[in-house]
């Protein structure tokens, strides 16, 4: 009996694999679940009355990737490369099943779908998403020192192309449905209630079990290095922007600048175990467990306020005055500001106290520059005060 998916079979023989790990909000990967995942692929595939099988989840999120903290407590530097690359082998396994066994796997996205969530969609056949606000995907482990350890640096650049795949994968960011779309990265976005009849519709037509890059003559979108001038000046460009960036102190974007490199020269199966050994050298060194850590265990937590006193009643901050309109006190003073809050800011000078609100505006004009809001939603801070400066903002609306 499986503890986190259910399995039904319709009478046209379409599996509907749905993810819901009882006691979470989120649906995560872990051994439990690739195992439970992994012994249901082999039910689907020997049991001749099923013709495919559609993955979904039954929480607002489809799949949140890998429970970090089980990562921090599973892997580290108490392993070599070695045994982090043997241990960790099992989710390659399982989604290169997925994709070769045969019959048709479709990811049915109803919610966000990040990390190795989007992983498991990209190893299906075909995928859907909902049109919804919430249904996002993406590969954010670069933010953690980490890189896609479950073929995303090899499946992504293959489906869409290394100059495309490139910059989602060295700045982690979320993908919106219709984007992904645009891309190509999912093949259909549909109102979410009809997310399933659109899975079952496309398994019930002429589904193609064998993925692009497995299909005999296929060729990167875009080409790869010294086969596409392009491409070999993406590489040199990413790799100075990299070095610009990162000061060489994060390992995590040059591996995988690595990985795609070196991983689209050769065939699939191949630039799998490529990336693997690089996501074993990023495991075991001490960036992405300090990264881990400080940005997901320590940050979860002091946004849950797990540490508060019990004894000291909450209190909600609608008025705040920073003293000082340099660096740092301007910084706060637009972040809180973008909460919603009334900001004074406090120097010697009204000047002084203007560069800090222009700090401000500068960042506001560029959101809308990129298109990331509208001027239309932003509000006017008003006009200085003798030494002071007062800022008011509505809550920032959703990037």
Not at 206 to 231: E, I, L
Not at 242 to 269: D, F, M, Q, W
Not at 353 to 375: C, F, M, N, P
Request: glycine content about 12%; charged content about 20%.
């Amino acid at each position: 009996m499986s503890k986190h998916f259910n399995l039904t079979v319709d009478a046209d023989g379409i599996a509907l694999i749905t993810m819901d790990s009882p006691g979470r909000s989120m649906n995560v990967l872990g051994p439990e679940v690739e195992a439970e995942l992994a012994a249901i692929v082999d039910k689907v595939v020997a049991d001749a009355t099923i013709r495919g099988a559609i993955i979904t989840s039954g929480k607002p999120s489809f799949l949140a990737g890998y429970d970090l903290t089980e990562f921090l407590r599973s892997f580290g530097p108490q392993l070599t490369p070695v045994q982090v690359y043997e241990n960790f082998a099992g989710l390659g396994r399982l989604l290169r099943r997925i994709e070769t066994c045969g019959k048709p796997f479709v990811a049915a996205i109803n919610g966000l779908a990040l990390g190795g969530g989007f992983e498991v969609c990209l190893a299906c056949h075909y995928r859907v998403i909902a049109d919804d606000p919430k249904a996002f995907v993406g590969l954010p482990e670069v933010k953690v020192g980490l890189l896609p350890g479950g073929g995303g640096t090899q499946r992504m650049p293959r489906l869409i192309g290394v100059a495309q795949a490139l910059p989602y994968l060295l700045e982690g960011g979320n993908i919106a449905a219709a984007e992904a779309k645009k891309l190509g990265l999912v093949h259909e976005v549909v109102p979410a209630g009809e997310l399933i009849a659109a899975a079952k519709r496309w398994l019930m037509g002429a589904p193609v079990t064998v993925q692009p890059w497995d299909q005999k003559g296929y060729r990167v979108p875009g080409g790869v290095a010294f086969a596409s001038a392009g491409t070999t000046q993406t590489f040199m460009g990413a790799t100075a922007l990299v070095a610009r960036k990162t000061l060489h102190n994060y390992p995590a974007p040059a591996a995988i600048l690595s990985c795609v490199y070196e991983g689209t020269l050769l065939p699939i199966e191949k630039g799998l175990e490529v990336e693997s050994k690089y996501f074993a050298t990023l495991v075991t060194g001490p960036v992405s467990r300090n990264l881990i850590r400080t940005m997901f265990v320590n940050k979860g937590n002091a946004d849950k306020l797990s540490v508060r006193p019990v004894d000291v009643p909450k209190s909600k901050v609608t008025k705040l005055g920073v003293l000082g309109a340099g660096m740092m006190g301007a910084g706060v003073a637009y972040v809180s500001a973008m909460q919603g809050m009334e900001v004074i800011l406090i120097d010697s000078t009204a000047e002084q106290a203007e560069q800090g609100k222009a700090y401000s505006a500068k960042l506001l004009a560029k959101d809308v520059e990129k298109g990331r809001r509208t001027r239309s939603r932003l509000r006017p801070c008003s006009h200085a005060s003798g030494r002071r400066l007062t800022m008011r903002s509505s809550r920032a609306p959703t990037w």
